[in-house]
């Protein structure tokens, strides 16, 4: 069993920052590909940011220049720094592992960019 906890999300104003964060726990013997990806009730889930295990990190476009993703393999843990917030980034922020093959999902933090 795999679990994957994120926290950071929030309220801020437009122009803004947050950090989020994603911890792993559980048992496994490999963590593959990891990232973020957002959903608000009128859209499909979207890519923020993936870092594969070739050790690319790939941002979707909305995010490009903004949104900064880290990893860390020691703490099995992920990072997402985001700044120049946009009323467009509200949405509850998901975090996705790879773990053994299996594809594992938080239950997600929300962030609210609003004046």
């Known amino acids: 069993q795999v679990q994957l906890v994120e926290s950071g999300g929030g309220l801020v104003q437009p122009g803004g920052s947050l950090r989020l964060s994603c911890a792993a726990s559980g048992s496994w013997f490999s963590i593959y590909d990891m990232g973020w990806y957002r959903q608000t009730p009128w859209s499909q889930r979207e890519l923020v940011a993936t870092?594969?295990?070739?050790?690319?990190?790939n941002y979707g476009d909305p995010v490009k220049g903004r949104f900064t993703s880290s990893r860390d393999n020691v703490k099995n843990a992920l990072y997402l720094q985001m700044i120049s917030l946009k009323p467009e980034d509200t949405a509850i922020y998901y975090c996705?592992?790879?773990?053994?093959?299996?594809?594992?999902w938080g239950k997600g933090t929300r962030v609210t960019v609003s004046s």
């Open positions: 870092h594969t295990t070739d050790g690319t990190t």
């Open positions: 996705h592992a790879n773990v053994d093959g299996l594809d594992w």
